[in-house]
């Protein structure tokens, strides 16, 4: 949670930077806010000169808080911990107040489809996005074992991208060896919204997603998975990256090692576990204090 001063002069911000220890003064944090603010003020001067507008100490300081809201959003958790990142806000009237978590944990594993079926597993990774991309997939039976599987390369693509052209090889693959009847399972939850849906509202995917129409017939079921339970096609898709080549395996000793493992792991039944931490409101007991201590206006996380 954050909050702040809304009107802290400069002068009185340059004077507690300069005042400050000395692992404050080289904070990233601190050097950006100064440089930040002197642009302010260079436009205000600038507004005032020929504009004829009225530069106002608190209207820059305004701006200047308000970036520094969208800059604390993006900070890493960690980092927000740690001392000279709290004393580099602190001293711009800006006070980081721990937020507490509810954490979850689930049990995520991989399920067979039904005698006669075909799951297709399917994922696509980009590093970057966009950057070098890759994308997998692994077709299994009702009992676990392989058909085939594989791993290509994108070149630079976005993970939506990416994941699209995975399901598409995939279904040519399957159109290859005349296979129907197919359970497609992906962790986009994007894609498979889309897939349910009939309607592909991206112009990028527009060819690709013309190619995976024209298979739409032979899938049955359209599931979604988390990535934890999907980890056999995200293994086949980093191969993909990092191989930079077409593959295609025909058995589960071909696959890379990565890839084996996970198989092995998901035909066995073996759950992973998926954690997932969802913030808590601050009691109002907790308002109250930061607010006693740092006598500030609390504005949100």
């Known amino acids: 949670m954050l909050s702040y001063r809304p009107t802290r002069p400069p002068l009185e911000v340059f004077r507690r930077v300069f005042d400050s220890p000395t692992s404050v003064k080289v904070c990233p944090f601190i050097r950006i806010s100064i440089a930040y603010m002197l642009w302010e003020i260079w436009k205000g001067r600038n507004s005032s000169r020929y504009a004829g507008q009225v530069m106002r100490a608190t ?29 580099a806000f602190g001293l711009w009237g800006l006070h980081i107040i721990p937020t507490l978590t509810w ?68 279904l040519f693959l399957c159109e290859e060896q005349n296979i129907t009847n197919i359970v497609l399972e992906s962790d986009s939850k994007v894609l498979v919204d889309m897939l349910r849906a009939d309607s592909c509202p991206h112009w990028r995917l527009k ?29 086949l898709a980093a191969h993909g990256v990092r191989s930079r080549r077409r593959t295609v395996f025909s058995f589960w000793q071909d696959m890379p090692l990565e890839a084996r493992g996970a198989h092995r792991l998901e035909r066995l039944g073996i759950p992973s576990l998926r954690i997932h931490r969802t913030p808590l409101p601050a009691s109002p007991r907790q308002w109250r204090i930061a607010w006693r201590r740092s006598g500030v206006v609390t504005i949100g996380r």
């Open 59 to 87: 209207e820059i300081m305004r701006h200047v808080t308000q970036w520094l809201r969208s800059t604390h959003s993006l900070v890493p958790n960690k980092t927000k911990r740690s001392r000279s990142v709290c004393e």
């Open 103 to 170: 954490t979850t944990v689930r049990s995520v594993r991989w399920t067979p489809p039904r005698a006669g079926q075909w799951k297709l597993n399917v994922d696509g990774a980009s590093q970057g996005n966009p950057g070098s991309s890759g994308g997998g997939g692994i077709l299994r039976d009702s009992t676990g074992c392989i058909l085939f599987a594989f791993s290509n390369f994108y070149n630079m693509q976005t993970n939506t991208v990416a994941e699209a052209m995975a399901i598409r090889d995939g």
């Open 207 to 235: 060819n690709i997603w013309a190619d995976i129409m024209r298979c739409r017939g032979r899938i049955t079921t359209i599931t979604h998975q988390f990535r934890e339970g999907n980890q056999t096609a995200d293994a």
